[in-house]
């Protein structure tokens, strides 16, 4: 009886087993072709080519070439690049063109996975090479980025050592 029973406990954890492998999901890994800027890379996935823009945050990069941004700041990022060449070039110093990458598509942009679990949004948030984008509402993620920005704020890394947080920012939450 015993016997019995536990044969039947152990077929049970089998299929369990069995089943939850065949749900879980493999990552999708996608190789490194060009990096444009530390907030857009150029991926491919067999012959399928994307661009991946950092999921959550809005770079540097990214707010230099929005419309809405005055001529003063442009000129105090273009400053900042200046004093900090390898900043300007953060993606290009840690990622690596040809390696592959983990990458998850969520809201037209992608989460890249560029050291171990961290993403490149929260490693440019460390860095304070982005802030958080205004309209972003991820629960997954809040929390990370939250802490990611925290640490480059009280650490004034990047952007934080700087005034542009006064001149740009408040121009996108408007």
């Excluded at 039947?8 to 954890?13: E, G, R």
């Excluded at 089998?14 to 490194?32: D, N, T, W």
């Amino acid at each position: 009886m015993l016997k019995y029973f536990m044969l039947k406990n152990i077929h049970i954890i089998i299929q369990i087993l069995f089943f939850s492998s065949l749900m879980a999901q493999e990552p999708v890994m996608a190789i490194l072709k060009n990096i444009n800027s530390n907030a857009t890379q150029k991926f491919n996935i067999k012959n399928y080519t994307f661009y991946c823009k950092a999921y959550g945050v809005v770079s540097l990069a990214k707010l230099y070439y929005q419309d809405s941004i005055t001529e003063e700041c442009k000129n105090k990022i273009n400053l900042f690049y200046n004093k900090n060449p390898k900043l300007k070039y953060y993606a290009l110093y840690n990622l690596h063109i040809g390696q592959a990458y983990h990458v998850e598509f969520r809201n037209n942009q992608c989460l890249l996975y560029a050291k171990g679990e961290y993403t490149l949004s929260e490693l440019l948030l460390k860095n304070g090479l982005a802030f958080i984008d205004p309209k972003f509402n991820d629960d997954e993620f809040k929390y990370k980025f939250i802490e990611s920005l925290y640490e480059a704020k009280s650490g004034k890394k990047g952007l934080w050592n700087t005034t542009i947080e006064y001149s740009c920012i408040p121009q996108l939450r408007r």
